[in-house]
């Protein structure tokens, strides 16, 4: 009856669905264990009427033009230029640590010569991570990565990962920048904002299609089984059409060879009478706290119709698969993506199941990155039933 079953109607398996539908004229059940669609995108008003995001703040920024077009089909967009700040010490400035930082951080005299030291090694507009930053020979360019190493990244990285940023694979620590610009934006991207009514009511659009049927509160496990002999059962009986899961790939196989390691967060709303709490969108504190940031979410909207205001604190820790834990950043290196290959192994066994999404990749997306990747993934499916 179905000619794709999806697992998960976050962004990945929601782009699939209507691309299959769409395009391939095919018949898709999603299923979503959740109550509701979106995956971590997910957004809806709280009790005070202030639209706020479940799983931690989510602005899509992408440079991708065929990105921004596909998903404007569903949604109209709020664009604006996104900043972060980050409190040391009480004090905020901008990040990532950019010229202005610099001169907010050093007297100006100090601050001009840095200045130019910075252009010179490393030319206007460019991103240097920080760990290359204290690499450089020269003295007072390792002193400013050193002021950035100590304020800006070294507590908030052992916070978000529990590791020191040496354990911490390269891809994340390269994310951390010092930009030698005077852009305040915490992305460069062409493209920066949320959907102007919410992320909820584009996804409800995207599925919003006759050859899509989503059934929400329903565990995959609950309806598909995977034998060990290759053989896929869909309510007990035989299913040969294609599965595309975008869940976790250790819990598909029961974790047989232990879980993979996931950092978790535990967010911690809080709703004020005030307009404004903290004047930003999202304030890093990356010296104090064990939070690692604070966000408030009419900064980010751009709300205007809700009293009081709504934030969210993020607590992260190691995930450990209880109960109502959620696995958010994967963490990568060797040995971790050794275990994830030894599940991709087991996925081998059944000809028409393909893995997408952050889950089941076990690797970190953008919501343009893993949209681009949904497309593709479709395309090539479509061009094999062809
Ligand atoms: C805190 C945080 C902030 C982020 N901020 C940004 C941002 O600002 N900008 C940005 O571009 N990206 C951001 N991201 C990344 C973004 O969330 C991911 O790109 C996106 O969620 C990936 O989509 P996905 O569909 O792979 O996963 P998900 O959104 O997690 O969707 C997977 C879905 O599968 C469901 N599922 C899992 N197992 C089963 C099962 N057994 N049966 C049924 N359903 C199942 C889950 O319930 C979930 O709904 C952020 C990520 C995090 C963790």
Same mark, same amino acid.
């Given at each position: ?8 109607? =976050? !962004?990945?398996g929601?782009?699939?669905? &209507? ?5 391939? +004229?095919?018949?898709?059940? $999603?299923? /979503? ?5 979106? =995956?971590?995108?997910?957004?809806k ?36 230029? *996104? ?8 004090? #905020? ?8 930082t ?10 001009? &010569? #840095?200045e130019?030291k ?8 460019? &991103? ?19 002021? @950035? ?26 994310? $951390? ?7 305040? &934006? ?7 904002? $949320? ?16 050859g ?5 509160g ?11 002999? +290759? ?11 294609? !599965? $595309?899961y975008? +869940? ?7 974790? @047989? ?24 969108s ?17 900064? #980010?909207?751009?709300?205007? %119709? ?11 820790f ?5 109960? +109502?834990? !959620?696995?958010?950043?994967? !963490? ?13 192994? #087991? ?6 199941l ?18 681009? *990747?949904?497309? /593709?993934?479709? %395309? ?7």
């Open positions: 009856m179905y000619n794709t079953i999806i697992i998960g109607a =976050g !962004i990945a929601s782009v699939m669905a &209507r691309k299959l539908a769409e395009e391939g +004229g095919e018949q898709v059940l $999603v299923l /979503e264990r959740r109550d509701h669609i979106a =995956g971590n995108c997910y957004d008003a709280d009790e005070y009427g202030v639209l706020i995001h479940e799983y931690g703040p989510h602005i899509f920024h992408t440079g991708i033009e065929e990105v921004r077009e596909y998903l404007s089909r569903f949604t109209d967009w709020y664009d604006f230029g *996104h900043e972060v700040v980050a409190n040391v010490h009480g004090r #905020l400035i901008p990040i990532p640590f950019n010229l202005n610099l001169h907010m951080v050093y007297e100006k005299e100090q601050a001009d &010569r #840095l130019k910075l252009i010179e090694a490393y030319g206007e507009g460019s &991103r240097v991570p920080i760990m290359k930053l204290r690499e450089n020979e020269d003295a007072d360019i390792r002193q400013i990565a050193e002021y @950035v190493y100590e304020n800006v990244f070294l507590k908030y990285t052992m916070k978000q990962w529990g590791q020191t940023p040496e354990e911490i694979s390269p891809e994340v620590t390269g994310r $951390v920048p010092v930009l030698i610009s005077r852009d305040n &934006r915490y992305f460069q991207d062409k493209y920066q904002g $949320v959907p102007l009514y919410g992320f909820t009511p584009m996804f409800e659009r995207m599925l919003d299609h006759p899509i049927e989503v059934q929400t329903t565990d995959c496990k609950d309806r598909l089984s995977f034998s060990a002999d +290759g053989t896929v059962l869909f309510d007990g009986e035989p299913y040969t059409g294609r !599965i $595309v975008t +869940g976790a790939i250790d819990e598909l196989f029961d974790c @047989v060879y232990g879980r993979l390691p996931y950092r978790s967060l535990n967010f911690v709303f809080e709703h004020y009478e005030q307009d404004d709490f903290q004047g930003h999202v304030v890093n504190y990356t010296v104090s706290e064990d939070y690692t940031r604070i966000t408030e979410f009419k900064h #980010l909207t751009g709300q205007k %119709d809700a009293k009081g205001t709504t934030i969210v604190k993020e607590y992260p190691a995930y450990t698969g209880a109960d +109502g834990e !959620i696995p958010y950043y994967a !963490i990568l290196n060797d040995k971790n993506q050794a275990l994830y290959e030894k599940y991709k192994a #087991l996925t081998k066994r059944y000809g028409n393909y893995l997408l999404g952050r889950l089941a990749e076990y690797k970190y997306y953008n919501i343009d990155a893993m949209t681009k *990747h949904a497309l /593709e993934l479709a %395309d090539e499916l479509m061009a094999k039933r062809a």
